[in-house]
């Protein structure tokens, strides 16, 4: 009896350690390929459309950075942009010297296809405007040569409503992103769509 009880195990033990068959394999793998097929496009568009909201996150606390500077050495402090189609320095000029950023002087710079844009380009302008408050005039910053000043309290000076852009010209279709500098020197970062639709992010 024990001989064959142990033929027995021995025989169940190897049917149990034969793996998988190729048809088994194949129709995982096709399942795999299948789902990844449908999740890719998304995860590319949401991971594009996180770098277009870190770009404008980036140009947000460069101009905190530069407030703090103005209030912190109570004297006025320029945060200065200065770029191109591919590519964008923006920093807090605590030194005076506007020919570009120096060192010790913080700075973000916006390259590849995330990029500031001039307002011309961007729709749904006047719905932004009513977005952020009633009667509000916003003042576009240029994207190439433009400047925020802050006085040594921290507001703007002159005190308006100013605002950049930053878009991803590789994909249009993601829309963008407006940061908005109010005269107290608090910032608010929106998302648009292509139909000029905004929302307040943070």
């Known amino acids: 009896m024990s001989k064959n009880s142990t033929q027995k195990s021995t025989v169940h033990r190897h049917g149990s350690d034969r793996g998988f068959s190729m048809i088994e394999l194949l129709v995982v793998l096709f399942i795999i390929i299948a789902t990844s097929a449908i999740a890719l496009p998304n ?5 594009r459309a996180s770098q277009l909201t870190n770009g404008a996150t980036q140009v ?11 209030i912190r050495r109570n004297t006025p402090v320029v945060c200065r ?20 950023a120096d060192p010790g002087e913080q700075q973000t710079v916006l390259s ?17 405007a009513a977005g952020v408050g009633t009667n509000v005039v916003l003042v576009p910053v240029s994207p190439t040569n433009g400047t925020y000043t802050f006085d040594q309290r921290g507001a703007v000076n002159p005190a308006s409503v100013y605002v950049s ?7 249009p279709a993601l829309g963008y992103r407006a940061i908005v500098l109010l005269p107290s020197g ?3 970062i929106w998302t648009g769509d292509t139909a000029g639709n905004w929302q307040l992010l943070e």
């Not at 590849?112 to 932004?128: E, K, Q, S």
């Open 186 to 188: 608090s910032i608010q």
């Open 43 to 47: 995860f590319i568009k949401m991971f």
């Open 112 to 128: 590849g296809a995330v990029n500031l844009v001039a307002a011309g380009n961007v729709p749904g302008t006047g719905a932004l």
């Open 165 to 171: 852009y930053v878009t991803n010209s590789a994909l």
């Open 60 to 70: 947000a606390d460069i101009l905190k950075q530069t407030r703090f500077q103005a």
């Open 81 to 100: 942009i200065a770029g191109s189609s591919t590519s964008t320095t923006i920093w807090a000029d605590v030194d005076g010297n506007p020919t570009g």
